[in-house]
């Protein structure tokens, strides 16, 4: 079994209070409950507060470019099959600057576990509009209030029949370490979109305000993760309540399951077929 | 005729299949024994427009393109009024009845009478191909491959059906045509154009992960390897931009699968976060450039080496790089075999600059040869297990490379400053020895750069200077000099990034005039030798017409 200590303890740059420590805390549970060591798992990141998550754990890591997060982890693991990649990135990484890579993953569904710390403000850059800001948050670079309707990462996600959704809080640490498990154990593309107070810059989505609105899907409310329709209702659910849980679930065939290749290992440790080259060669003759 | 050789050219608009009527001659000329060297010329639509595909073909080596039309086959009306000042004498022209042919010496093909409509490309084939006295059922052969259809098939028939009326309609005309003998008919050669010898020569060196978006006209290139890509183990996927497509192989070669991205101007310049990013996580990849004229969308399937200093410049911040730049279709397969190793050997981003001149031209080549080849090997070497050190200081600055995964060692890469664990670091003064370690890279990449190749007298009065894909035209324009008695050499540079004078300034020195040639309108390689080697130019002539460079340029410049 493997210890959480396994994971190390290490300081930080983050504000005191801020909910990156509860998801550091419940990704570290999660792993060791998937029984994974450090060196049997990859953290990619792209830039910003959340980004920075690997540097805070034993782990491979590879802390890449803003937004980019998803195609680098996605690379990782189709280079090696056996990893289990998970990349973990800000609202504002993977949801705006990695926009487009956001939507082509939902598609592609390779086998990586998406931890988005969604915290609806740039932290990194003190305090700007994200793309889960809620309409009417002021903030320095809206000082007439975000214009902008929200992103919905988890009902976009649910729309492209994604494998596995699920909407995590910060303040409820063994809940989202339960979540993170069932995501690491997912064959193919998993997204956990964490509620994530900011103490520094989000004074309007704090600890306090989303403890009012989260209840428990499975606890609090009956759900069905299979079932599509209900899914897609619950995902449009961010108001006066929210859920938190898994959303939905599918078996579609990960994008990994059409390279046979990758059955044979990792793919440095794959030798190169001389033979199959040369007739390779011949076949311009 | 020029030199012994033949320039044919099928004309027509897209859609019309001239491409394909074009490849199944190459490659019936090169298994009749002849050397090929294609030149296509196409519009950036899918239909319509006017697009040429021309075969120079000789029993001798061919380097170069060159001007003039020995054999026209016009598809169309306006491949006859665009090309028909370009005949030489003693040539033909392929045309349909009714087509317009003034003073050309036209054979005008009843194609109606000779075949259903849907065969007129098969009727221009069998007749090109009989005026070149090629033989029917070599001709036959090849179509068939290349329709990718078995005998009996109905299609086939009566594309057979077609041909045979073709060369029986054409053995009954008379005209001036001389092909020139075949070299040693029944010798295997391949037939193989420069993108893909770029893509085999990355598989030859291991490649195992490529990723890309579709860009004109390197996509051939992406093409090649998913062709291959289940024989020889190759992951691929066509990503969502240009961006995913890098960071996803940078991913991918972090994890240790030797790694290919293919692009073009604007591609590349999407890419250019991702190579900084290769830079300073010190993660191996290959880029592959082929270059088409800019700025912005710029001449989508025309030629130009313009983007020299950008694939030189691309990427903030400093980091080192080597650029190879082959000059033929040969070199392109060197090129991507090389880029691979050089690439894993200073864990850095390696270039490979081609152009859609290179890119599309077709060529015979001597089958190439596999042995002594030996795969990239990523990984190994350092500390084990807790003393591991991603970014170690070592004197070359190539730290011991682990693979995540792959055993007790945590690999831990960063796109911030780090210090040697990988670790994002502040340490201003850890800062200044990072990157003082990866700056030290360059030595190696300097000592292991490609001798530029010189060849002709070393005093020579003229010198003349090619890089990448202008080493043939200049190499032409240089021995047709010579053989009007003046005193000329080449130098030809098949790598571009970094140099290293000591291999060249001494010879340059010798030189009466250098003159250096390449396809951009601001002398991009004449500045580089400037600053790098302080070898000033006499001459510089450059192209940016959107068409390759050819002797026949090549000379009317040096006369002007």
Known sequence: ?285 | MSHDSMNLMIGGEAGQGLVTVGQVLAKALVKSGYHILVTQDYMSRVRGGHNTFTIRFSSQKLDSPCEGVDLLVALNQQTLDLHAGELNPDSAVVAETGFTCGQAPCLNVPYEELADKRYLNTVALGVAASLLGLERELVAQTLEAAIGKKKGDKVVEENNQALEKAFAWAQGQTHTLKPPAPAQAGEKRMMLGGNQAIALGALAAGLKFLAFYPMTPSTAIALTVISHAEQMGVVYEQAEDEIAAINMALGASYAGAPAMVCTSGGGYALMTEGVSLAGMTETPLVIAVAMRPGPATGLPTRTEQGDLLFALHGGHGEFPRAILAPGSVKQCFAAGYQALHLAEKYQTPVFILTDQFLADSLRALEPLDLSGLSPVRPGGGGAEGEDYRRYEITEGGVSPRRLPGLGPELVVADSDEHDQEGHITEDLELRVRMQDKRMAKMKGLVADTQAPEFSGPEDADTLLVSWGSSQGPVAEAARRLAEEGQSVATCHFGQVWPLAPAQFAQRFKKAGQVVVIEGNATGQFAGLLKKEAGIAAQRFIGRYDGLNLTPEYILRQLAS
């Open chain 1, 1 to 285: 079994m493997v210890d959480i200590k396994q994971y190390g303890e290490v300081e930080t740059a983050w504000c005191p209070g801020c909910g990156n420590f509860s998801i550091r805390k419940a990704l570290i549970q999660a792993l060791a409950d998937s029984d994974l060591e450090p060196h049997q798992i990859l953290l990619v990141s792209g830039i910003g507060q959340a980004a920075k998550t690997p540097h805070y754990l034993r782990c491979n890591c590879f802390n890449g470019l803003h937004g980019r997060s998803m195609p680098a982890a996605t690379g990782a693991r189709l280079a090696n099959s056996g990893l289990k990649v998970i990349a973990t990135s800000g609202d504002g990484c993977n949801y705006g600057e990695g926009g487009n890579h956001f939507l082509a993953a939902l598609r592609r569904n390779v086998n990586v576990t998406m931890l988005a710390h969604d915290n609806q403000i740039y932290g990194l850059t003190k305090g700007q509009a994200s793309p889960t800001s809620l309409e009417g948050m002021h903030t320095k670079a809206q000082p007439t209030g975000v214009h902008s309707y929200p992103f919905n990462p988890v009902a976009v996600a649910v729309s492209m029949h994604v494998g596995f959704v699920a909407r995590g809080f910060a303040g409820e640490v063994e809940h989202l370490a339960g979540l993170i498990k069932q995501a690491l154990a997912h064959p193919g593309l998993s997204l956990v979109d964490i509620l994530q107070p900011c103490v520094s810059f989000n004074k309007l989505n704090t600890y306090q305000w989303y403890k009012e609105r989260v209840y428990k899907l499975g606890e609090e409310a009956e759900h069905d993760p299979a079932d599509w329709d209900a899914a897609i209702r619950l995902s449009y659910e961010f108001g006066e309540r929210i859920p938190i849980g898994v959303i939905y679930t599918n078996d579609r065939p990960a994008f990994d399951s059409y390279f046979p290749v990758l059955d044979k290992g990792p793919l440095a440790t794959q030798e190169v077929d001389y033979g199959a080259m040369q007739k390779v060669l011949d076949s311009y003759c």
